[in-house]
Structures are given as C-alpha cells and as structure tokens.
T-cell receptor, first 112, second 114 residues
Framework: NAGVMQNPRHLVRRRGQEARLRCSPM?????VYWYRQLPEEGLKFMVY????????ESGMPKERFSAEFPKEGPSILRIQQVVRGDSAAYFC??????????FGPGTRLTVL | AQKVTQAQTEISVVEKEDVTLDCVYE???????LFWYKQPPSGELVFLIR??????QNEISGRYSWNFQKSTSSFNFTITASQVVDSAVYFC???????????FGKGITLSVRP
C-alpha cells in the first residue's frame, strides 16, 4: 500500500504566479488534511477535506488560497499570486475514518 | 481551542542514553486524542503514536514508551538506549477528535551523538 504522495516535491515560483500542490491520499483514505510549515513558526493546520467537501478551513488564509478534493483525482492546494511569505513546506496527510493522520513527504515551495 | 507546550527546544544526548521528551497540553474537551510525530532531517513526518483520552495505560513499542498522565495533562515520550538514527524533531499534537485537525507543538530537536 503506497503512502501519501505529494507532487511536486519542490516547486519554484516567481512572485505573482500560481502554485498548485497535489496530494494523493493512501488507498482507502477518504480524509485529507493540509498543513504548512513556515520557518520559525512550526506546523500549522490549513484545511480538512473529504471527497468533494471542505470540512474545516479554519486555518486557511482568507485570500489567494483554496483547496479541493474532487470525487476523482488528487486533492489540490492552490495558491494564487504567490508572495515571498508563502515560501514554506506544505504537507498533506490522509486518514481513514477514526484513525491517525499519515503524512506525505511534503512540497517545498520557494517564491523568488 | 487546544494548546500544546513542548518546553524543551533542543536536547543533545550521547548514544545509548535514555531521553524523555515532554509534552503538556491544554484542552477543554472531555474527549480528545494525542499524537506524536517524528520529523527526521530528510523532512518527512512519521507517525509514532495515537492515544485517546480514555486510555491512560502507558504504551511501549520497542525502545519507545509513552507516559500519559491525564491529571497533569502530560503525554511524555521516552526513548530508551537512544541511537543516532533517533536524531530528529519530535512533535506532540493534540486533537479534539479522531478526524479533527492536529495542533502541533513547536517541536523538540533531538540530537544523538555517537
């Protein structure tokens, strides 16, 4: 059973561009979570999704950030008009119902 | 809202020493979950344990053991006979429910020297 997959592993964008981060959960996992690890700030929750539904987006910045988990395909975290402060490691986790969250390897986003 | 304190920021030990990583949490929930994760230098996050608030039994898994003390809101993690490969950042994280978001502590950087 493959683990949580994230791609790309490294992403470089210039200020103002869009970043799209993908997450494929483990087989059989219907819950997906996104977290961001900023330098000196630690890991912070962003959003929790189930298939086609956003369950908790209390950690999402109000502007420029969006997330989806369609019926088919991976979960996508989209950051529009990136700024330098968006540079961070973005982790996706998946979970079967009622179990612990298993994390992917992360996507390191660098904004030039 | 939940809160977690990992007061130790960096710990350095010599291989084969035992080391305990402290975790103190705050929650108003009567039911909650506690997690520990490891982040080695390669950067990924590795799940170590999940414990629910109803189960106060201590747990042992190989060289790892966890001491859950509900009365003091602590969930400490001990590595026995540490090894260089244990060098990593360790995060404690409470959660309000089995599917709810994790609230991570700032992490403890453990360095195990040969």
């Amino acid at each position: 059973n493959a683990g949580v997959m994230q791609n790309p592993r490294h992403l470089v964008r210039r200020r103002g561009q869009e970043a799209r981060l993908r997450c494929s959960p483990m087989k059989g996992h219907s819950h997906v979570y996104w977290y961001r690890q900023l330098p000196e700030e630690g890991l912070k929750f962003m959003v929790y999704l189930q298939k086609e539904n956003i369950i908790d987006e209390s950690g999402m910045p109000k502007e420029r950030f969006s997330a989806e988990f369609p019926k088919e395909g991976p979960s996508i975290l989209r950051i529009q008009q990136v700024v330098r402060g968006d540079s961070a490691a973005y982790f996706c986790a998946s979970s079967p119902l009622g179990q612990g969250q298993f994390f992917g390897p992360g996507t390191r986003l660098t904004v030039l | 809202a939940q809160k977690v304190t990992q007061a130790q920021t960096e710990i350095s030990v010599v291989e084969k020493e035992d080391v305990t990583l402290d975790c103190v949490y705050e929650t108003r929930d009567t039911t909650y979950y506690l997690f520990w994760y490891k982040q080695p230098p390669s950067g990924e996050l590795v799940f170590l344990i999940r414990r629910n608030s109803f189960d106060e039994q201590n747990e042992i898994s190989g060289r790892y053991s966890w001491n859950f003390q509900k009365s003091t809101s602590s969930f400490n993690f001990t590595i026995t006979a540490s090894q260089v490969v244990d060098s990593a950042v360790y995060f404690c994280a409470p959660s309000t429910g089995a599917n709810s978001k994790l609230t991570f502590g700032k992490g403890i950087t453990l360095s195990v020297r040969p």
